[in-house]
Nanobody
């Protein structure tokens, strides 16, 4: 089970930090990711992190602004979002992969949270 938190309403240029707590003893074995879905659009990849945290990947649209990290001792993955833009407005989902690393495939992610809403006002 994955439970996200940290979403909210923020002005453009502001910051938010999303958290995702995972239940289960194998959290530290698998890659984790963040995805988002805006109204009327398909769900899209945002960021991913390998099992150890040693490898990260980002969508081009968030590179340099967002940072994904994890704390395996706390079964938690984070998404630090800075310099937020109105186009970042979406429902953000945490997901757990079946693999230790992210290989560019959303289909590798087998467990999903319910999402946390991020709204950025202009």
């Amino acid at each position: 089970q994955l439970v996200e938190s940290g979403g909210g309403l923020v002005q453009a240029g502001g910051s938010l930090r999303l958290s995702c707590v995972a239940s289960g003893r194998t959290f530290g074995s698998y890659a984790m990711g963040w995805f988002r879905q805006a109204p009327g659009r398909e769900r899209e990849f945002v960021a991913a992190i390998s099992w150890s945290g040693g490898s990260t990947d980002y969508a081009d649209s968030v590179k340099g602004r967002f940072t994904i990290s994890r704390d395996n001792a706390k079964n938690t993955v984070y998404l630090q979002m800075n310099s937020l833009k109105p186009e970042d407005t979406a429902l953000y989902y945490c997901a757990a992969s079946r693999r230790a690393y992210y290989f560019g495939r959303a289909t590798d992610f087998g467990s999903w949270g319910q999402g946390t809403q991020v709204t950025v006002s202009s």
